[in-house]
């Protein structure tokens, strides 16, 4: 083909100019170039620090205004090839002064190449440069020995190839040629059959656009960087051709972005780790952990001066985790010190992680190998770029209700937020560290579901009949019991404080304990871990003592007196259950309890528990109850047993409406079965202040009087404008 440009050697005989020297060895790092005019980067793969090597990539006799592109290392005699867009477009050699040099080359098509390699064939100790355009095809330049006029051939067939390709590189012991599309379409070129095969589609972790450098390491390992997220991706190539088995890729650094990228690199130089600053995980095998598996590690130190520093806890420090063999001699980082875990990992709940950090530069990320598949999938991160303030913070996490029970691993890893789109649980970032955790995750028996709720309504004027409108105490319910391997070990217990409607003041608590065929599960105080409660109400943590003193029973005290928590609004003499009077924000209680060992779940109170209200200390409860602990009165569903604090001459108290009999089981009931406390099977729109729920809801007392076996959905037949509907 003849050529339609001119072009010429640097080394004009008019300057008497002798070309610059090659590079005295074969660099580990990358080089890259990017921007117009032309600029030259080194990239530490492993570390992901960038290098200013040349601010403007210049000829000897000119400035350079345009790109350079088509980049390739040619390790034959150590020198960079690409091609430049300065008038007049031509092919250049770049050596250890980063100066372009002009080579005269016959044979190339009036156009500009932006894809570039050189294969040396060990074997014939040839060294040929290879440029492509999809338009026009792959040309060869043989550089096995310097001339002042070079030939470029054209590969037959190769205009006809369509590949959508912005670089390529050819794997350094099979001569094979590879490139990466835009979509993640990885292909492996034969120049012998001319032939190019598609070989996978690789996840390319939401990357789109070129895919403008690519390198080889000595390995057959196979880097690509993408130019808009600055991510280089690597594909384990070490058996070249591709044969049996399917390529897969993985981030290995977050590198720098540009709207326009090329590299090269030394094939045959190893990527190992230099720099003693680079911090890396502890997760085991087979987890990306090691500098070998594309392992997490962040260059924390990059300006090397020990300021602005971006990490979590007391300090970091660096490690050399290359191999397998790196990991298991110092598999314990001590500067894993910014994570503290509150409360257990149960499925289908949300746990609490306390994060500290030095500083409010700082972003997190975090992965939870919740399926234990010993690897952090893209779809189990928990926290994406979440900012961290200086200090501790509090981080929720969901737990999937799918996650498996035991023992596994979670990935916590901080930036200084530059990155322009999220980091992957494995690469290499510069800035930042990277902390390993060892976790639990517990199976639960959720009642009633994930979400949903029951709602728990208490009258507080038992023993006598009252209003009997069902809002003295109105609280949306949920348990979950925490178990593994068929053994309890501990409950969850979550809730709303829906409406207030009463004049007295009442605690309300949870025995754990299940009344079920006349048998009684329970748990008792001493088996469960005091030191490890926490209950949590409107987001703040509680103080008071919660597992009450002086009983058998565990015993949890959730409000010692519920109205202490609320706040009427204007003009209210109740919370939310008269009218208008419903826009007073609910009030969310979360408590968690430990056992201090496990309990047979066939043998451990699940489901409902005994929740119940009992007399607020220092406030009356009526005539009757003068003169005594207002502890001593409590108030359980229909048929459930008091606690031991409960003063059992309350029952069968002269003229009241109550009907308990212990012989028989029953508690809480009159003589008719209508009950002072209920359990609804869903979110419920409870009665208005002083309306029975007889009248509000037309089947209840069928479904009471019947023991619940007529009536069963009597909650949805409420007449509207007896009940509380707003907020509900």
């Known amino acids: 083909m003849k050529s339609n440009i001119t072009v010429y050697l640097l080394f004009a005989l008019a300057t008497g100019f002798v070309s610059a020297a090659p590079f005295q060895q074969c660099p580990s790092k990358a080089f890259l170039i990017q921007g117009k005019p032309a600029q030259m980067f080194g990239v530490d793969l492993v570390s992901a620090k960038s290098t200013v ?8 006799s000119e400035a350079n205004n345009e790109s350079v592109n088509a980049v390739g290392f040619n390790y034959k005699d150590q020198y960079m090839y690409g091609f430049s867009k300065q008038s007049p477009k031509s092919v250049v050699r770049i050596g250890d002064e980063y100066i372009l040099e002009r080579l005269n080359v016959n044979g190339l098509p009036d156009t500009n190449f932006y894809v570039g ?102 390995q057959g390992q196979f880097y690509f960087s993408n130019n808009r997220s600055g991510k280089i991706h690597k594909v384990d190539l070490g058996k070249s051709p591709v044969d049996g088995y399917t390529p897969t890729a993985s981030v290995f650094t977050l590198g720098p972005t540009s709207n326009q990228n090329d590299g090269a690199r030394c094939a045959i130089a190893e990527v190992k780790v230099t720099d003693n600053s680079i911090d ?52 314990v980082d001590s500067s894993d010190d910014g994570v503290k875990f509150v409360t257990d990992f149960v ?68 930036t200084d937020g530059s990155e322009l789109s999220p980091i992957t649980a494995s690469g290499g970032v510069t800035g930042g560290e990277v902390e390993d955790y060892p976790v639990t995750t517990y199976g639960s028996l959720v009642y009633p579901s994930e979400n949903g709720w029951v709602t728990l309504a208490y009258e507080d004027q038992w023993p006598f009949a009252g209003d009997y409108d069902f809002n003295d105490l109105v609280v949306n319910y949920r348990t979950k019991l925490i178990e593994k391997d068929g053994q309890a070990l501990g409950y969850k217990i979550e809730g709303e404080l829906v409406g207030i409607g009463a004049s007295y003041h009442n605690g309300f608590a949870v025995r754990l304990a299940q009344s079920s065929g006349g048998s009684l599960k329970r748990i008792l105080r001493n088996q469960v871990n005091e030191s490890e409660i926490s209950l949590i109400i409107n987001n703040e943590v509680q103080t008071h003592t919660v597992l009450e003193e002086g009983v058998d029973d565990a015993i949890l005290i959730i409000m010692p007196d519920t109205w202490s928590y609320v706040s009427s609004q204007s003009g209210c003499s109740f919370f939310r259950t008269e009218n208008g009077c419903y826009t007073s924000s609910k ?57 031991e604090k409960f003063d059992q001459s309350f029952f069968n108290y002269p003229e009241s409406d109550d009907a308990s009999n212990n012989l028989f089981g029953y508690y ?61």
């Open 668 to 728: 809480f009931q009159s003589p008719t079965g209508l009950p002072w406390a209920i359990e609804v099977g869903a979110e419920w729109a409870h009665p208005k202040e002083k309306v029975d729920i007889t009248l509000a809801y037309s089947e209840f007392k069928i479904f009471a009087e019947s023991s619940g076996r007529e009536s069963t959905l009597w909650f949805n037949s409420a007449k509207l404008a007896n009940v509380i509907l707003r907020g509900e």
């Open 53 to 60: 090597l040349a601010a403007t990539l210049n000829f000897t």
């Open 280 to 331: 890396f995980g502890d997760a085991p095998m087979p987890y990306k952990t090691v500098l070998a598996d594309s392992g997490a590690r962040h260059l924390f130190d990059p300006n090397e001066d020990q300021s602005s520093l971006v990490y979590l806890g007391a300090y970091v420090d660096g490690e050399n985790i290359n191999i397998e063999a790196d990991l298991q001699a110092s598999p």
């Open 117 to 218: 390699d050189i294969q040396v064939n060990s074997e014939t100790n040839q060294a040929m440069y290879y440029l492509y355009h999809p338009k026009f095809g792959l040309f060869g330049i043989d550089l096995t020995e310097p001339s002042d006029a070079y030939q470029a051939e054209l590969v037959a067939d190769s205009a006809n190839w369509g590949l959508a390709i912005y670089d390529f590189a050819f794997h350094p012991h099979s001569n094979l040629l590879y490139a990466v599309e835009s979509n993640g379409d990885l292909y492996e070129i034969d120049l012998d059959n001319k032939t190019p095969t598609f070989v996978a589609n690789l996840d390319i972790a939401g990357d789109t656009g070129a895919n403008g450098a690519s390198y080889f390491d000595v």
């Open 587 to 643: 009030v969310g209680f979360t408590l968690s309890v430990s056992l201090n060992t496990g309990v047979s779940s066939v043998n451990a109170p699940k489901y409902t528990l005994d929740p119940f209200i009992f007399g607020a200390a220092g406030f009356s409860h009526g005539q009757f109850l003068s003169g005594k602990d207002p502890r001593s009165w409590e108030v359980h569903l229909k048929n459930q047993a008091p606690t």
């Open 347 to 414: 499925a289908g709940s949300t746990s609490q992680v306390i994060v500290t950090a030095p500083n409010d530069n700082g972003y997190l990320y975090a992965w939870f190998d919740w399926d234990q598949n010993f690897q952090f999938d893209s779809d189990e991160i928990t926290v994406s770029k979440y900012r961290l303030n200086q200090g501790d913070n509090s981080v929720l996490v969901d737990v999937p209700s799918d996650a498996v029970m035991g023992a596994t691993w979670a990935r916590f890893r901080v």
